[in-house]
């Protein structure tokens, strides 16, 4: 059992940046695919970030490439979503996933993950 709290949501600009935070807790973390994903008012859940704890590699959506980094800190047991250029449409609760096994090309398959945070809210005005 993996137990994660996302932290970091919050209220900016267009512009702006925030840095989302994904404790994990109980069974171990490593090797695990760590998922962000986004859900926008109305819209479904959509897989915007990943990093395999293994080894590093990470996966961007098309759409956050070049704004969004996503990091670890294993001592910390924790992931990071570094989001710069915040645009209206980032607007969404944002949630964070882990899968025990790679990353590869399915990672933006919310149905591949086993366990799931509560979500932190992002609010993105024009």
Known sequence: QVQLVESGGGSVQAGGS???SCAASGDTYSRHCMGWFH???G???EGVAAIYTGG???YYA???KGR????QDNAKNTVYLQMNSLKPEDTGMYYCAADPRRCGSTWLWEYRYDYWGQGTQV????
Do not use: H, W
């Not at 609010?123 to 024009?126: A, D, E, K, N, Q």
């Open 18 to 20: 925030l840095r989302l």
């Open 39 to 41: 859900q926008a008012p």
């Open 43 to 45: 819209k479904e859940r």
């Open 56 to 58: 590093g590699n990470t």
């Open 62 to 64: 098309d759409s956050v």
């Open 68 to 71: 969004f980094t996503v990091s």
């Open 123 to 126: 609010t993105v005005s024009s």
